[in-house]
């Protein structure tokens, strides 16, 4: 019965905070906790979607697993002291922390990720290296009890490792069919070691001015 | 700048509007409307999310795409006159009209699936001849304007496909890149082909007494 506090706020992506709850919702019990400093409809990115969270950061105080999605809000949060001492907070009781995306730079702004190996967008990687921790370019990063995973669409393998952590294999690869998660992406674009090179430098540059 | 609605309904399956919306609001210019009965919080499957719609059906009227995700609220409205009136209305002038999931079961009983290949959950594929149209058990299928997505997760694939067409294969490229879409789930049980028969069959069974 773990209960999943999912962080959200303003310029969320909205991929990395659902890939994530899609698979860890189908835990058995699983509750869900959408978190935020102020709760109500969150904007996402570009404020194309709102999400809802139903509850106030101060509210949510011992959830078994913590999911910090990344988006173009997380630069605004960095020194945030109130998400940071939140996430500071829940980590010291968590089973999981886990981060997608440039979540983990909250993470790393939180003292959470010195000395461990961690991931994040492969275009933000080396950004964690300001907070003590090991920039690793994989999909998903298990370091004891903190889970990293790549950009944006990572969040969908993380949450199957996790569940296979949590409920065992067989559970995991109920819910990856239930999901029917069989990816067949039409490009093998999708990271910056199988896409076009001037592609990736393009779009660095782009996500560098954002 | 196309103009792109995203259906919504209570118990809409969460991944399946946030995986070809996180594609697809990176096509340039791109407008999101996200249309329901009845604007507001809609609740997703168990109501452990809910996404914002800002719209009502009757308020949306030539969108360029249209996608209607799956859930376990679609049987809900197979027989709903004002849902159904308006997938038949936008199709007559969208330039794509699309579906994850079950979501095709909803363009079926619209009849807009008559005489054409399409696909849908793997566990609820075979539904669609109700509607007369072709069960297809591919991930992605292109009948014309109309292209049907397999279960769940397969809906980011159909927004790859999609930007393709819309805006040629290197834009697609770079928002796969940018998603960091280079799927690597810990285990291969993602389609009845793939996952142990024990697993496919007791899916199947949970699944139809859902």
Do not use: N
């Not at 093998?188 to 540059?205: H, I, M, Q, T, Y």
């Amino acid at each position: 019965m773990p209960e999943i506090a999912v962080l959200l706020y303003d310029r969320v992506t909205a991929l990395d905070a659902v890939g994530p709850y899609e698979v860890l919702q189908r835990l058995p019990g699983a509750r869900l906790r959408w978190v935020a400093p102020e709760p109500g409809a969150i904007g996402t990115d570009e404020g194309k979607l709102r999400l809802m969270a139903g509850e106030r950061l101060e509210d949510v105080d011992r959830p078994d697993i913590v999911v910090v999605p990344g988006g173009f809000g997380t630069d605004a949060l960095l020194d945030d002291a109130r998400v940071l001492g939140w996430l500071r907070r829940v980590h010291e009781t968590s089973r999981w922390t886990t981060s997608v995306c440039t979540g983990s730079l909250l993470l790393g702004a939180a003292g959470i990720l010195k000395g461990l190996r961690a991931t994040c967008h492969w275009a933000q990687l080396e950004r964690l290296r300001e907070y003590g921790a090991l920039p690793t370019s994989e999909r998903v990063v298990f370091d004891g009890k903190v889970v990293t995973a790549a950009g944006v669409s990572a969040g969908i393998d993380m949450g199957l490792a996790l569940a296979a952590r949590e409920g065992g294999d067989e559970l995991a690869q109920a819910i990856q069919l239930g999901i029917e998660y069989d990816p067949q992406p039409p490009f093998d674009a999708g990271s910056p070691r199988k896409a076009p090179a001037a592609l990736v430098e393009a779009l660095r540059k782009r996500l560098a001015r954002a």
